[in-house]
């Protein structure tokens, strides 16, 4: 049997535009004269889409093109992801939903779970993630539900569905593969009634992470290797967000073949479509597609986003604070990458404050990228404002309007983005951007209204140590970031006391601080302040956080100062970075713990 | 038998303090002589504490203080609410919580829940909300899965608790009892093992909103008076946050009789303890508490979550941009309330297009309130800009820096947030303040980096007919806020166009948009876009939305108007006004359906 795999570029919210695209793809199934076309996941509502599942109509909409596409399965069967929808309230007083698969045969929706006089059209998803960005049970009932309330086990209605040649395909949506921490196992409940000449087949609408191709390998190759069958994993390529986090879904699908081997897969980020043979074992005429890995393929991933989000929302010209320092110039790459230099406006904004080194390295970045550029000094801008506060006072209130010291180096940062950039950005037509990265999101070593401004946050889950190795990354292709760039401290360059020409810069210490926030920050059972001290105090810090025993100790002659240190930067984090945070633009998210929807957080102020 | 319940003060993430407010408690407890002790859910690790639930040294602490609490009960029993943990791993593949009741005496814990050989020690929650700001299924399982863990059902294992004295104690957690829609229901599993001389308790830790109280009166008596049982709601005070929503906790704790009658109640936003007395109906000698409504109790509650927040985050004063307008007046009599006039500093910032009527307003509201009061004009800082950029180019783009029209309309909102008001913030020792309302945040009406930045939105959840209302309410004692700051129409004054004294002022029309914003926000099963065309062209929009007719064809003769009108702010709701939203400070939050974290929101761009 010949089986049309659609990897395609789900557009979330748009049931209409997914709809065309499906049409497309089965005009093309046809000509290639195959049996069964397989799209992805959630592949005509999208998936990360908040709670417009609570809009009734939408739903409807959806229900609607679901007929549509099943109106289309004439002379060929089609199998899709989409939402159900039950003429029954779920728990929240809304109409019980589903996230779904579906088998259309013959212009006819086909009878998927069954048990005694019950019968479902669709086979919903057995496992609901509810951690990370993923909220499924506050939108979807699921199939052990539906098994209880019909009085029975999951095992007694998860059946594989039968073809009429006989070939039994073993349906799973998604998470039914990441099972390893989940009650039921639905790959092993099909794998029992299947056999070697049957196909599992597992449809995701699954976001990109770095080092997820590696555990989805794992993953769904033990799967089909346990049961000797082989599997087809189809991913949705796009680009998806809940507000503050933006994902990109990479695609990548692939078939595992029986002993749990690769046979073949598909590109990454970009949609493909291809026709699978299936006999003996699984066959495709596919070319061998190049991988990226490490910080290719995080570059690869942030690009996709940069340039899919802002055709979305009609923005083709981007401004960039190019400081000279290393964070603005990875970001002009990247934005250089997704729109063409001549789209990626970088606009120095220097005061005295600013060396003649990151000056200089600002305009060889835009000379190495083709970039414009522009040099707009600030002073006169802030001294008016100093000048203007320093006339003024209040009535009942005699504090004097002196702006100097910490007020004056913030005030060069909010100059920067609200009155600088933002205004560039409106008259060029464009918008700005955030170059932050997370090492400094999680201390709020930023300006609110500053440096955290901008229409995308697209360094925001990389800690400081991977920007560095990302522009390592460019620059393999040549020095498109300069060296300098690269070389000197990372600094504000807001006061004397941050002079790279002397040395000086940020109050983080790289890479330990990196290390010591990704312990609290990423590991799965969270570290608190308490157990970063635990483990000092304990002598296991430096090798749970893989940093140098003895460089540690060059930066901390005694554990008291190691904990005063821990002391201080846990408190920004939990305080003031938090406050900032909050206000942050959206991040472009690439590991599995990003600020945002993703890592949730209360200000308490512990 | 005398019970002493306490509708404490519940400081999240922080069981250190926490742990010391029940220990004082208990003392005044047995000074009382009282029998029981009973304190809210989630008394120990608060509730809105977001993902740090997943911090296992947090989790562990909370279950030490547990220990400790229960080692209090000693010649008084304690009814408490806080975390439980299992040593299994839940599907999320971290320890297994709960959100628990726990009963102490003796110095023990007792049994709470059995069956056959199993036994726990304290009650999971039954229901667990996973709709609006709630997010427990996220984080907890709960007393159906225990059920079914065990292979039996809810009603084998719900039982009340009996006192060594024969009274029944039918225990129960905030959501549990509200169950209109759940497949379970707790209280009518209890009743029916319960007698008259029994005693419901729902210990809970529930959030105000706007209405609330007439709901929770009818959820909770309609249990008391079915099963004729009296029932003690006890609620926490406090105010907890998800990071974009900030919601109080009104306390509000109340008994009612076996007829469903409300014998008695706490007060509202402040901590309070009283003993109450179990025979044959319950008394307990409190005053009778007045209580506000309607706009009042707004007030109350939004200067009660402005008062709590500051402090918690060390900030005494505020500045406040005082435009003469309505909005920044309110929330100048609001942080008033809360930090005393004398920490509210009004800034007025005019350019040329600000009228002297709303100058004179702004003046006459710093007058009447007694705040410290500045006039600082920004136009020199803006024509420095203006007139820095016309030097400026770029390489490589002849884009010509011209800033005139709507660039200069937004640079003037942005320089008096980023530049002026943080920057005298600063100077000051404070935070500036965000006075949007929710009708503009609905469509964006704001500058992002402008007005729409500052510590915390306290008007971000009243639409904009709310906040008159609220300014009428506040003005009740009196003219505080200028009569002329409520008859003016609504502008920005950003140019000529906006010029209040010709009558000129927002495109908003109100309250014919606030009304159809609602309908497309906070109806339960939401309204999109093709609802609010389709109820217009069937003739129903008028009384669906609660809007004159008359006044309705006064605005739209034809009802294309009216559609265009309406795709027009649906465009800007769910496109630029979102990007701004998801940059936007705290939202105070008193509506069932608050901006951020309460509506979850993607940017699709439809």
Not at 584 to 601: C, K, N
Request: negative net charge; charged residues 20%.
């Amino acid at each position: 049997m010949k089986i049309f795999a659609v990897q395609m570029d789900v557009v979330p919210g748009r049931p209409d535009l997914n709809f065309k695209t499906i049409q497309k793809y089965i005009v093309e199934a046809k000509a290639q004269k195959a049996d069964l076309a397989v799209f992805p996941e959630m592949c005509i509502p999208g998936y990360l889409i908040s709670d417009l599942w609570e809009e009734t109509t939408f739903v409807s909409e959806c229900l609607s093109i679901n007929d549509k596409v099943t109106a289309l399965a004439d002379g060929i069967d089609i199998l899709f992801g989409s939402v159900a929808r039950e003429n029954v309230n779920g728990e929240n007083g809304r109409p019980l939903l589903y996230n779904a698969a579906y088998y259309a045969s013959q212009g006819n929706l086909q009878p998927l779970v069954q048990f005694e006089d019950h019968v479902k059209y669709f086979l919903p998803k057995t496992l609901l993630p509810c951690y990370r960005e993923f909220d499924e049970p506050r939108y979807f009932s699921d199939l052990r539900a539906l098994a209880m309330k019909w009085g029975t086990t999951l095992e007694n209605i998860l059946k594989p569905y039968r073809l009429r040649g006989g070939i039994q395909l073993g349906i799973t949506i998604c998470e039914d593969g990441w099972d390893a921490n989940a009650y039921a196992h639905p790959f092993d409940i099909l794998g029992l009634q299947m056999g070697p000449r049957d196909l599992f087949i597992n449809i995701s609408c699954s976001p990109y992470t770095l080092g997820k191709t590696k555990a989805r390998n794992r993953v769904f190759s033990h799967h089909a290797k346990q049961h000797r069958i082989p599997l087809l994993y189809l991913n949705s390529v796009g680009t998806q967000n809940n507000g503050k986090n933006i994902y990109a879904f990479e695609g990548d699908s692939c078939v595992y073949g029986s002993e749990g081997d690769t046979l073949f897969s598909f590109p990454t980020f970009e949609p493909y479509a291809a026709t699978l043979t299936v006999d003996d074992s699984v066959h495709c005429p596919i070319p061998s597609f190049e991988k990226l890995t490490g910080m290719a393929e995080v570059r690869a991933a942030l690009v996709y986003m940069i340039r899919e989000n802002l055709k979305r929302w009609g923005i083709r010209r981007v401004v960039i604070g190019a400081s000279g320092g290393i964070d603005s110039a990875v970001s002009a790459v990247l934005y250089s990458d997704a729109l063409g230099a001549e789209n990626v406006f970088l606009v120095n904004m220097p005061t005295r404050f600013n060396s003649d080194t990151t000056k200089n390295a600002a305009r060889d970045l835009a000379d190495n990228l083709g970039c414009p550029y522009m040099v707009a000094p600030i002073t006169d801008v802030i001294e008016s404002l100093r000048l203007s506060l320093a006339k003024d006072s209040f009535v009942r209130n005699d504090t004097k309007m002196i702006v100097e010291g910490i007020h004056y180096e913030n005030v060069q940062a909010r100059m920067r983005s609200g009155a600088f950039l933002a205004t560039i950005a409106s008259v060029v037509g464009g918008a700005f951007t955030c170059n932050g990265n997370k090492s400094e999101i999680f201390v709020g070593y930023c300006t609110l209204y500053g440096d955290t401004s901008g229409v995308l946050c697209a360094l925001g889950d990389l800690w400081k140590v991977q920007v560095y190795e990302l522009a390592r990354e460019i620059n393999k292709q040549g020095e498109i970031i300069p060296q300098k760039s690269i070389d000197i401290p990372a600094s504000a360059e807001l006061s004397e006391a941050q002079n790279v020409d002397e040395g000086k810069g940020d109050p983080i210490i790289y890479p330990y601080h990196d290390k010591l926030f990704s312990y609290w920050l990423e590991r799965w059972n969270r570290n608190g302040l308490s157990d970063s001290i635990h483990a000092l105090k304990t002598g296991t810090l430096c090798s749970d956080i893989d940093f140098s025993e003895s460089r540690f100790r060059e930066i901390f002659p005694d554990d008291s100062l190691a904990v005063l240190d821990m002391e201080l930067w846990w408190k920004r984090y939990q305080g003031i970075a938090l406050a900032k945070r909050i206000q942050m633009p959206p991040i472009l998210s690439v590991s599995r713990r990003a600020f945002g929807f993703d890592y949730r957080e209360s200000q308490m102020g512990r």
